[in-house]
């Protein structure tokens, strides 16, 4: 058996070889360099390039429980309510968005993360990061995934994004307090007991 020590020396030092040569890095090699990060690391890969996540503040942790809460009532037998775990979009990018609604899988998603195809919806909650998730958004939309929401909470705003495409989203609404927010699985419907805005950005 190989000395487990060996390998993650070995790994590090490729890495760092790699590192220095800008080596754009695919979702394969990223997860294998998963044993070298700290256990409380919050990265993501975006096109090969590994970055950072900002650190979580509680009030954007209160608006991911608002919604995960939300979504888990609403439509636990209908979908997977998946909360900042892996979503691989491409080859090169696997991302965490805040919350994501997952078509359900037999498997349930035991043989590899979702794809482009299984998203029904990622939200991402901006303190501190609006102008990182619009483009964020962008990436989303070129890979297939067929809505987005940011919820900007500053201006205590939901943006509300459909129809992807190569350059983006090519129908987006912006949500103020006080309005009906549409279904994200029938986008055509408002029903009786969907979200209000209202109740979304309470204090």
Same mark, same amino acid.
């Given at each position: 058996?190989? /000395?487990?020590?060996?390998?993650?020396?070995?790994?590090?030092?490729?890495?760092?070889?790699?590192?220095?040569?800008?080596?754009?890095? +695919?979702?394969?090699?990223?997860?294998?360099?998963?044993?070298?990060? /700290?256990?409380?690391?919050?990265?993501?890969?975006?096109?090969?390039?590994?970055? /950072?996540?900002?650190?979580? %503040?509680?009030?954007?942790?209160?608006?991911?429980?608002?919604?995960?809460?939300?979504?888990?009532?609403?439509?636990?037998?209908?979908?997977?309510?998946?909360?900042?775990?892996?979503?691989?979009?491409?080859?090169?990018?696997?991302?965490?968005?805040?919350?994501?609604?997952?078509?359900?899988?037999?498997?349930?998603?035991?043989? %590899?993360?979702? %794809?482009?195809?299984?998203?029904?919806?990622?939200?991402?909650? +901006?303190?501190?990061?609006?102008?990182?998730?619009?483009?964020?958004?962008?990436?989303?939309?070129?890979? *297939?995934?067929?809505?987005?929401?940011?919820?900007?909470?500053?201006?205590?705003?939901?943006?509300?994004? *459909?129809?992807? *495409?190569?350059? %983006?989203?090519?129908?987006?609404?912006?949500? +103020?307090?006080?309005?009906?927010?549409?279904?994200?699985?029938?986008?055509?419907?408002?029903?009786?007991?969907?979200?209000?805005?209202?109740?979304?950005?309470?204090?």
């Amino acid at each position: 058996m190989e /000395d487990s020590g060996f390998d993650s020396c070995y790994i590090i030092i490729v890495v760092a070889q790699l590192l220095q040569t800008h080596h754009r890095f +695919s979702v394969q090699e990223y997860e294998l360099m998963g044993e070298i990060f /700290d256990d409380n690391a919050r990265v993501e890969l975006i096109e090969g390039e590994i970055v /950072d996540m900002v650190p979580i %503040g509680p009030r954007h942790q209160k608006y991911v429980d608002r919604l995960t809460c939300f979504f888990v009532t609403r439509w636990q037998n209908d979908v997977v309510v998946r909360v900042q775990g892996p979503i691989q979009l491409n080859d090169y990018s696997e991302v965490q968005p805040d919350i994501a609604l997952l078509r359900k899988r037999p498997d349930e998603y035991e043989n %590899g993360h979702p %794809g482009p195809s299984d998203t029904l919806l990622v939200v991402e909650i +901006s303190d501190t990061t609006l102008a990182r998730d619009i483009e964020k958004a962008k990436l989303y939309a070129q890979n *297939g995934v067929s809505q987005c929401w940011i919820i900007d909470v500053n201006k205590r705003e939901l943006i509300i994004m *459909g129809s992807p *495409g190569p350059d %983006g989203y090519t129908v987006q609404h912006t949500v +103020s307090a006080n309005e009906r927010i549409a279904d994200p699985l029938e986008p055509d419907k408002y029903p009786e007991e969907y979200l209000e805005s209202s109740v979304l950005f309470r204090s």
